[in-house]
Every structure is written in C-alpha cells, then in structure tokens.
C-alpha cells in the first residue's frame, strides 16, 4: 500500500556578531511530502537551503525509501556553511540524518529528529545551527483495497 510522508525541516541558526546583534534565520521551515510506493527505490527530497545574516546556509539532502509494509527509512546529511556570503563554500560542520518513521496512527504524533551543527573549523567560532525534522507516514487508503 502506499504511503505519503509529510513533514518539515526547521532550521534554528546564530550567526554570532562580536559588535552588533546575534542574526538569526526568519525564513527557517521548508515544508515536503513524497509519496512511497511498495518496492519503490530510494527517493530525494527537495528541501530548499535555509540562508541568514549575510553568512550563513544549512542545506539538507533527504532521502526516503519504504523500509516494509508501514515503516519509512529517511537518511541524508545536513550541512552547515558560514563564510564572506550566503552562498559561501566553506563548509564548517556535517552530520548524517539517518531514522526511521513508523506508520501514522490516528492521533499520534509524527517522529522527530534532531540535528546539531557547529561551526568546528574556527577555534572560538559561536556560530551554530539545529536542524529539526518533524515526519508523519500515513498509508494512503484507495476505494479498491
């Protein structure tokens, strides 16, 4: 049977300032949903990177894949960057995503994952983000079964 995995990946970031105010992301939740069919291969999920103070990105690559008749496996990577601009190369930290979701029954609550990101290259660095993964996994039910 089919399933459809709903979810969202929010980001909570500091872009440390030794003068000025801390920054931090305003446009921080990417919203997703995939269908998974039975014996269907892995499948990417798009999720938009999350970029703020001028310096920093998150990027999160998502993949899901049916693991059996009610389970889904997501796995990928989030990546923190913090350089001269939002769309710097110098990438600071690097933490695997890899948990399974249990089908969605009624009124329980989605699976959560959580993430932390620091910036490690720097000694003294302060700069950090949490990335947060919130998962529903409902069978999607037709008139023929």
């Not at 990105?57 to 889904?72: G, I, M, Q, Y």
């Not at 796995?75 to 890899?98: C, K, N």
Request: hydrophobic residues 30%; glycine residues 6%; negative net charge.
């Amino acid at each position: 049977m089919a399933r459809l995995l709903q979810g969202n990946v929010r980001v909570e970031g500091v872009d440390h300032e030794d003068f000025t105010a801390n920054e931090h992301p305003t446009d921080k939740l990417r919203n997703f949903q995939i269908v998974l069919e039975p014996g269907q291969p892995e499948q990417n999920i798009q999720i938009e990177p999350v970029k703020w103070g001028g310096e920093c990105r998150v990027e999160v690559e998502l993949n899901a894949r049916p693991v059996d008749a009610s389970t889904a496996k997501l796995s990928g990577e989030a990546r923190f960057y913090e350089g001269g601009s939002e769309q710097t190369d110098e990438l600071e930290d690097t933490q695997s995503i890899d948990f399974t979701v249990p089908r969605t029954l009624g009124a329980s609550p989605p699976r959560q994952h959580h993430v932390s990101l620091r910036n490690t290259v720097l000694l003294g660095a302060e700069d950090t983000a949490d990335v947060f993964l919130t998962v529903s996994n409902r069978l999607i039910e037709t008139d023929d079964e």
